[in-house]
Nanobody, 122 residues
Framework: QVQLVESGGGLVQAGGSLRLSCAAS????????MGWFRQAPGKEREFVAA????????YYGDFVKGRFILSRDNAKNTAYLQMNSLEPEDTAVYYC???????????????WGPGTQVTVSS
């Protein structure tokens, strides 16, 4: 089992930036991918970004449009989601997940953190 803790959420004005962190502990060697998903009130969970832990390949949701950058620090077992040009539509709870791939995480599999709230004011 992998334990995940997110941090870095908060309130920001439209056009601003936030950096989310996801620190992993436990059986981290079992996590092939780490990803971020988000869920806004009344909406389904949405894929944001994922990074392959071994080679650093990244994948992004279509709505990101170059605004977010996902990176990792292997030594710290931590992934970082830099979010720029934030819009009110980005308001959601952001969840960090770890598992054997994006498909697994997309159906809720793998390990998950408790989430961090991101609120973007207009």
């Amino acid at each position: 089992q992998v334990q995940l803790v997110e941090s870095g959420g908060g309130l920001v004005q439209a056009g601003g930036s936030l950096r989310l962190s996801c620190a992993a502990s436990g059986r981290t060697f079992s996590a092939y991918a780490m990803g971020w998903f988000r869920q806004a009130p009344g909406k389904e969970r949405e894929f944001v970004a994922a990074i392959m832990w071994r080679d650093g390949r990244t994948y992004y949701g279509d709505f990101v449009k170059g605004r977010f950058i996902l990176s990792r620090d292997n030594a710290k077992n931590t992934a970082y989601l830099q979010m720029n040009s934030l819009e009110p539509e980005d308001t959601a709870v952001y969840y960090c997940g770890a598992g054997d791939g994006i498909a697994t995480m997309s159906i809720g599999g793998g390990s998950w953190g408790p989430g961090t709230q991101v609120t973007v004011s207009s």
